[in-house]
């Protein structure tokens, strides 16, 4: 099966860089995109083919990727970046998508 | 404007099935795939699924594989979830949500779960 490995929380103090990673053997292959989620609002894409920003995207958000790791990264964090941070991919071989498991972003 | 209408909450017994629907708006309903994703309370997003609008080929994740099916109406450009089998452990929000058919559509900003619907809640309880 498809899976995606992410840490549970990652915590920076406002104004730090803030990195979270994604792994699965899938990402060789495909190219992953990262979802922001906050309480009660569905998910918003922050970077799309591993490190491309939707329009009006702000430039904090960036994205890189090298075999099977991903990595979002977010730059001089902010209060307001406090959310659940998903990758997703769909490995090629049987078009079986998946989400990691999620992380907590806490900025205090 | 894009809008992905979703179908109310629903309550259901275990062991019965449901049915949920999708109703978009405002693009070319061909041009885009539909994937399902769910969210049971206080975990994570859960990918379920994906139907091409165009020709109606499916995936679907292993664990719903023999009790999930997707459809969908070009007419009205609404794409259906059915889940049969029903358990406790279904209960979650639904949501439905597009990605670009890139063998049809070119662009440098087209990118995958755009738009979402609003969410669907179902509750699975004896």
């Known amino acids: 099966s498809h899976e995606l490995t992410q840490p549970p929380s990652v915590s920076v103090s406002p104004g730090q860089t803030a990195r979270i990673t994604c792994s699965g053997d899938a990402l060789s292959k495909r190219f992953v995109s990262w979802y922001q989620q906050t309480p009660g609002q569905a998910p918003v894409v922050v970077i799309f083919?591993?490190?491309k920003r939707p329009p009006g995207m702000s430039q904090r958000f960036s994205g890189s990727a090298s075999g099977t790791l991903a990595t979002l990264i977010i730059s001089t964090t902010q209060v307001e970046d406090e959310a659940d941070y998903y990758c997703?991919?769909?490995?090629?071989?049987?078009?079986?998508?998946?989400f990691g498991g999620g992380t907590r972003l806490t900025v205090l | 404007q894009v809008q992905l209408v979703q179908s109310g909450a629903e309550v259901k017994k275990p062991g019965a099935s449901l049915r949920l629907s999708c109703a978009t708006f405002?693009?070319?309903?061909?041009?885009?795939?539909i994937h399902w994703v769910r969210q049971a309370p206080g975990k994570g997003l859960e990918w379920m699924g994906i139907i091409n609008s165009n020709d109606g080929t499916k995936a679907f994740a292993q664990k719903f594989q023999g009790r999930i099916t997707l459809t969908r109406d070009s007419s009205t450009s609404t794409v259906y979830m059915d889940l049969s089998g029903l358990g406790s452990d279904d209960t979650a929000l639904y949501f439905c949500?597009?990605?670009?058919?890139?063998?049809?559509?070119?662009?440098?900003?087209?990118?995958?779960?755009?738009?979402w619907g609003q969410g669907t809640p179902v509750t699975v309880s004896s």
């Open positions: 405002g693009y070319t309903f061909s041009h885009y795939f």
């Open positions: 949500t597009r990605e670009p058919d890139y063998k049809i559509l070119t662009g440098e900003f087209l990118y995958p779960f755009d738009y």
């Open positions: 083919e591993d490190n």
């Open positions: 997703f991919s769909i490995d090629v071989n049987n078009e079986q998508g998946a």
